[in-house]
């Protein structure tokens, strides 16, 4: 069972990213997926998640109408479309599903000027 993260990297205030995190050893279109962020000092929070039909999505208020979750069912891949970043949006993501497996390495997201 593996999650792997990728996408991440600098960009400036009002910038986009497009993180993508690959999937495998579980049956990935029978779970709810999620993206997670942790900042420094701060603990790891739920930005966003992606039920199994991909037709329900939720996000965290910080995120809403920024960010865009999304998955492909035949690639074991779920996305995070991120627009509008803001320094405050700096952080390692995480994708993972629900249940929890283990963590990920993660993808480092830096929004700075």
């Known amino acids: 069972v593996q999650l792997v993260e990728s996408g991440g990297g600098l960009v400036q205030p009002g910038g986009s990213l497009r993180l993508s995190c690959a999937a495998s050893?579980?049956?990935?279109?029978?779970?709810?997926m999620t993206w997670n962020r942790q900042a420094p000092g701060k603990e790891r929070e739920l930005v966003a998640r992606?039920?199994?039909?991909?037709?329900?999505?939720a996000y965290a208020d910080s995120v809403k109408g920024r960010f865009t979750i999304s998955r492909d069912n035949a690639k074991n891949t779920v996305y995070l479309q991120m627009n509008s970043l803001k320094p405050e949006d700096t952080a390692v993501y995480y994708c993972n599903r629900i249940p929890l497996l283990s963590w990920g390495q993660g993808t480092q997201v830096t929004v700075s000027s």
């Open positions: 992606i039920f199994r039909d991909s037709g329900s999505t």
């Open positions: 050893g579980f049956t990935f279109g029978s779970y709810t």
